[in-house]
């Protein structure tokens, strides 16, 4: 599950990121929650300020209500969505700029909400850098064991600032300035091989043309034990392999992914069926046959694995085992051109 802030403004090119390099087997299949935002001062601050130095008295006067909107999270619209949908029991938090803040704050002060986070150019400079301050004591004594974390920086249209200069003038300036390589010392200080992290600049993007490119390259990040599974990995799925030796690579290379992402991953349904068919239409039905049992293992209550059976039996010429799986599956879902199948058969 990826909950997506600032929804209506990031969504669709999320959506067809996703889509487009869960098909080349380079992102994990996702559902995608976008959150669309009615005050986003308020509720992706976690702290109350009169004025600050990108905000004036008018813009900060509903600040704070970022601990209230990340209780809603908690209690409302996360239990509303797993209630609704089968998810796996893994969460990802993309936000950017105030979002990006929000995103880092959950991070440090309610770790176990999400498994990871991409924070976009996040506003770390707000309330005079303080939730990097109390980062350091923070990322000091705190595991956040199986969590990664994905920080873009853009620097386009920012004139290069001498750090070492800076520190000399204590300002609200110098805090902004100093944010982000505070924030990177104090993840530096913690060592935990568990806790999964990369920062990555870009110096011709700006604020604004940010987000697309950070949320492809967090997604790489995030997913990169995926990269066994595209399309570039020819051998893996080639037929004239033995079907075996693929199945058994392809349960090694989810245990490797469950292992990295901190909770169980099942090999893809789509992966494992369109194998099943690739075996199956190079006349190999005793390959065929383990990708379709193990889509049952893992996919019990799925339509598509007894359709897939359905067609197995066909190809193979046993009528009445495909008339049975073909009935099974319309007991999951009505679907017409399955009920063709049978009236085929009959």
Request: aromatic residues 14%.
């Amino acid at each position: 599950m990826i909950y997506l802030l600032d929804g209506e403004e990031h969504f669709q090119g999320l959506t067809a990121m996703i889509e487009n390099m869960g098909s080349m087997r380079v992102f994990q299949e996702c559902i995608i929650v976008a959150i669309p935002n009615v005050d986003r001062i308020r509720d992706f601050t976690p702290t109350h300020i009169n004025s600050g130095i990108f905000l004036d008295s008018i813009s900060a006067k509903t600040t704070g209500g970022g601990e209230k909107f990340t209780a809603f999270l908690q209690k409302d619209l996360i239990p509303e969505i797993e209630s609704r949908y089968p998810t796996a029991p893994y969460r990802m938090l993309i936000g950017h700029s105030l979002g990006g803040l929000f995103v880092i704050n959950t991070l440090l002060k309610h770790t176990e909400l999400f498994n990871s986070y991409i924070s976009i150019d996040p506003a770390l400079w707000y309330d005079n850098s303080k939730l990097v301050k109390e980062s350091d004591d923070i990322l000091k004594h705190k595991k956040f064991n199986d969590r990664s974390l994905f920080i873009s920086i853009a620097n386009g249209f920012k004139k290069k600032v001498d750090t070492t200069e800076v520190k000399k003038h204590k300002s609200p300036y110098s805090d902004a300035v100093l944010a982000m390589p505070g924030l990177t010392s104090s993840l530096q200080k913690n060592n935990n091989k568990r806790f999964h992290w990369e920062i990555k600049s870009y110096e011709k993007e700006g604020h604004n043309t940010s987000p697309f490119i950070s949320e492809y390259d967090g997604l790489r990040y995030i997913f990169r034990d995926y990269n066994f599974l595209s399309v570039d990995n020819y051998d893996l799925f080639n037929t004239s392999v033995n079907g075996k030796a693929i199945l058994d690579t392809l349960v090694l290379g989810y245990k490797k992914i469950s292992d990295s992402m901190g909770c169980k991953i099942l090999p893809s349904e789509r992966i494992v069926n369109n194998m099943g068919y690739a075996f199956l239409r190079s006349d190999k039905p005793e390959s065929a046959y383990l990708f379709f049992q193990f889509n049952e293992q893992n996919y019990p209550n799925s339509f598509n694995v007894y359709d897939a059976w359905g067609d197995y039996y066909l190809a193979i010429a046993d009528k009445n085992a495909a008339k049975r799986y073909f009935s099974k599956a319309l007991t999951i879902l009505d679907y017409a051109p399955t009920v063709d199948k049978i009236k085929a058969l009959n």
